[in-house]
């Protein structure tokens, strides 16, 4: 039977989300009273360092989560929010727990917001941020290893595949990256976005169109900032998708994946039944299923 989970339906208000008001300050504080509600204390880390990559037109903030001394893998993680709201501190959980079951050293770029910065903004920054994170840590004398990974959820999805995309001819490319619930269509064209933006399932299709309008309001090519729709080639990094059956982009995730698999990349996917989109961050009401995303996480970087 297709349910949402009983402990994650009851925080959600169907009639709340359909006639909340949505604006950059009401939308950035629902996410950070959202996280204050739901999270749990996460790992300690050896050390926590803020620093600045070059970016040319804007220089990107990044903190780097590094979980224990010695040189490790670096996995830049590019939080959610639609490109419009979320921040480095909000997202400061997720980043000690990815730390903590990779074994790796997490940077989290702090890229510019819509609407104050539209498109393409964010996937400026992102891709500074990628290029950059180890020649940083080289000149802050932070050992690190040779592996780049990369990582999203939401809108940071779609970030990190949009760099793996523009770095698969790089020679440091990306090795593996994490998909969490990724926005890969901007076009919003496969089923699972109409089955699934409604009130119940706390994303309502008047929100999509609210990020939509923050991000792209000056970019009519919807298409082509979608990684669904991007160059794929057998240089795209391992990839681990992770998808919900009551998130608007389930379709596009699996989609997404079939085109990798064709072009010869690894990849795996795993799908929670009863999970709407964000649940990751439900640390209280989804403790076992966010508990299994972690360990398949550890498992996917540490192999």
């Given at each position: 039977m297709r349910t949402i989970k009983e402990a994650l339906a009851a925080r959600i208000d169907?009639?709340?989300?359909?006639?909340?008001?949505?604006?950059?300050?009401?939308?950035?504080?629902?996410?950070?009273?959202?996280?204050?509600?739901?999270?749990?204390?996460?790992?300690?880390?050896?050390?926590?360092?803020?620093?600045?990559?070059?970016?040319?037109?804007?220089?990107?903030p990044v903190r780097f989560f590094i979980p224990r001394e010695g040189p490790l893998p670096v996995l830049v993680y590019y939080h959610g929010g639609g490109f419009a709201a979320g921040s480095v501190p909000l997202y400061g959980r997720i980043c000690r727990r990815l730390a903590h079951a990779a074994d790796c050293i997490v940077a989290a770029p702090e890229y510019r917001l819509a609407p104050e910065n539209p498109c393409p903004a964010a996937e400026t920054d992102a891709l500074a941020a990628a290029r950059g994170v180890r020649g940083l840590l080289d000149a802050m004398d932070i050992p690190h290893g040779p592996a780049l990974y990369l990582g999203g959820d939401s809108a940071g999805g779609a970030l990190s595949a949009l760099v793996s995309e523009a770095m698969q001819d790089d020679g440091g490319a990306p090795e593996k990256q994490i998909l969490i619930y990724p926005w890969l269509d901007m076009t919003a064209s496969l089923p699972s976005v109409e089955e699934n933006c409604r009130g119940e399932t706390g994303f309502p299709r008047a929100e999509l169109q609210w990020y939509l309008r923050q991000y792209f309001r000056a970019c009519g090519d919807l298409r082509g900032h979608s990684p669904l729709f991007g160059r794929v080639t057998a240089r795209l990094p391992e990839t681990l998708l992770i998808t919900a059956e009551f998130c608007p982009f389930r379709d596009e995730g699996a989609a997404y994946l079939s085109r990798l698999r064709a072009a010869g990349v690894r990849t795996e996917r795993l799908h929670f039944k009863h999970m709407t989109h964000t649940f990751l961050k439900y640390e209280t009401a989804c403790a076992d299923e966010v508990r299994q995303v972690y360990a398949r996480a550890a498992d996917f970087f540490r192999r």
């Amino acid at each position: 039977m297709r349910t949402i989970k009983e402990a994650l339906a009851a925080r959600i208000d169907p009639a709340g989300e359909e006639a909340f008001v949505r604006t950059p300050i009401s939308v950035r504080e629902a996410a950070e009273r959202l996280v204050r509600r739901e999270g749990r204390p996460a790992p300690a880390m050896a050390r926590i360092v803020d620093a600045v990559v070059p970016g040319g037109e804007y220089d990107v903030p990044v903190r780097f989560f590094i979980p224990r001394e010695g040189p490790l893998p670096v996995l830049v993680y590019y939080h959610g929010g639609g490109f419009a709201a979320g921040s480095v501190p909000l997202y400061g959980r997720i980043c000690r727990r990815l730390a903590h079951a990779a074994d790796c050293i997490v940077a989290a770029p702090e890229y510019r917001l819509a609407p104050e910065n539209p498109c393409p903004a964010a996937e400026t920054d992102a891709l500074a941020a990628a290029r950059g994170v180890r020649g940083l840590l080289d000149a802050m004398d932070i050992p690190h290893g040779p592996a780049l990974y990369l990582g999203g959820d939401s809108a940071g999805g779609a970030l990190s595949a949009l760099v793996s995309e523009a770095m698969q001819d790089d020679g440091g490319a990306p090795e593996k990256q994490i998909l969490i619930y990724p926005w890969l269509d901007m076009t919003a064209s496969l089923p699972s976005v109409e089955e699934n933006c409604r009130g119940e399932t706390g994303f309502p299709r008047a929100e999509l169109q609210w990020y939509l309008r923050q991000y792209f309001r000056a970019c009519g090519d919807l298409r082509g900032h979608s990684p669904l729709f991007g160059r794929v080639t057998a240089r795209l990094p391992e990839t681990l998708l992770i998808t919900a059956e009551f998130c608007p982009f389930r379709d596009e995730g699996a989609a997404y994946l079939s085109r990798l698999r064709a072009a010869g990349v690894r990849t795996e996917r795993l799908h929670f039944k009863h999970m709407t989109h964000t649940f990751l961050k439900y640390e209280t009401a989804c403790a076992d299923e966010v508990r299994q995303v972690y360990a398949r996480a550890a498992d996917f970087f540490r192999r």
